[in-house]
């Protein structure tokens, strides 16, 4: 009996212990996880940045020939001057590359269209460790958490006892919990 209480606390304090150091990187991937999951939709277009448009009419380049002064002097009626970067011509339009987005000019009529990306600050640093493309290190410290979170799902197996345990409406939890991932796999695959 006695044996079995110390199994016992040892599993819980476990997994407490390992809860709360888990809290911090559960937040971030839960919250980076519901941005990912709808960044084709809406607002999140992007999940690492918001994207605003304006129209304007712009002047045509004389002789329709672009220059980088033709350009600038674009990019300075807009305001947009310190975000400059490069620009490409096509047939019938210019493309001027921001550091903050871009603007599209129609070299038949006149017509622009500036895109602007804002970062999604908080969020982009999320993504940014959900993603793992900050590497080196914190490619260790990822999978310490996604082995702690194995820990965690293992030894909450084992937290309480009785009508709510493992052996009774624990099992019955748990089958689901491991079903409906499954009949997810089968359906969409």
Do not use: C
């Not at 277009?45 to 600038?72: C, I, Q, R, W």
């Not at 002097?73 to 921001?98: A, C, F, M, P, Q």
Request: glycine share 8%; net charge positive.
């Amino acid at each position: 009996m006695i044996q079995r209480k110390t199994l016992r606390h040892w599993n819980n304090a476990l997994h407490r212990d390992i809860g709360y150091l888990a809290v911090g990187m559960t937040i971030i991937y839960a919250i980076s996880g519901i941005v990912m999951n709808h960044f084709k939709s809406g607002d999140f277009a992007h999940p690492d940045y918001s994207k605003t448009f304006e129209s304007y009419t712009v002047s045509l380049p004389a002789d329709n020939v672009v220059t980088k002064d033709y350009v600038m002097s674009i990019v300075n009626n807009i305001g947009e001057e310190d975000h400059y970067k490069s620009y490409i011509t096509g047939t019938g339009y210019v493309n001027i590359y921001l550091t903050n987005g871009s603007l599209y000019i129609d070299l038949k009529t006149g017509e622009a269209e500036l895109q602007k990306k804002t970062p999604r600050y908080v969020i982009k640093e999320f993504n940014l460790m959900h993603y793992n493309n900050i590497k080196k290190l914190f490619t260790w410290f990822s999978d310490l958490y996604a082995v702690a979170l194995i820990i965690l799902a293992i030894t909450g197996l084992f937290v309480l006892r009785g009508k709510n345990g493992i052996l009774k409406r624990g099992a019955w939890l748990t089958a689901i919990g491991i079903l409906l991932p499954a009949l997810f796999l089968l359906f969409y695959t």
